[in-house]
Every structure is written in C-alpha cells, then in structure tokens.
C-alpha cells in the first residue's frame, strides 16, 4: 500500500526548530529501510512536510508515532492511503507491481 503522510506543524518554527536534527535522523533511518520513498517541505515552508511511504498502515503509524516531532508535539500527522489504481511503471515497481 501506498500512504501519503501530510505532517502540519502545530508550533511555531522557533518550537519546531530544537527538533530538526532528531527529525532528520528519524527521515533517513526509514528512507534507509526502504519504507519512506520521499519526503520534503510544503511550500510555503511553514505548514510542514510530506511523506510518502509504503507498507502496511498499521507500520506506517506506528513510524508516525515515532517522529520527533510528534513526540515533542509540535507536529502532527495526517495519514491518507491509497490503493493505486493505475501508476507509472517506475512508481508500480516502487509498490511491488501493484
């Protein structure tokens, strides 16, 4: 499955600021595992970031849970999962041919 996770701040940049290193940290242990496909900032920078990731949604919460971010509450997570209907052939290998 394929879940977008949409990740709005809930402080203002100087209270999510302190938690930025942990967040990066946190970014590239589940990219590195292969569960995070992408991530990066909204534009404007200020309303947060974006997610995408794979996997069955209860691991993906549970990877939510754990974010730095969430922790200190300065952020919280909106899941949404999709079930890919059609997708480019690089995104469908990405998803394991669904």
């Known amino acids: 499955m394929l879940h977008v996770l949409l990740v709005r701040y809930t402080a203002s940049s100087a209270e999510v600021a302190p938690h930025v290193p942990g967040h990066v ?28 990731a794979v996997g069955d949604r209860e691991r993906v919460e549970r990877a939510a849970a754990e974010d730095p971010f969430a922790t200190a509450g300065v952020a919280a997570y909106d899941i949404v999962t999709v079930e890919a209907g059609r997708a480019d052939a690089t995104l469908r290998a990405l998803l394991g041919g669904a």
């Open 25 to 52: 940290a946190y970014l590239r242990r589940w990219h590195a595992d292969g569960t995070f496909l992408l991530s990066g900032q909204t534009v404007p920078d200020d309303l947060g970031g974006v997610i995408l």
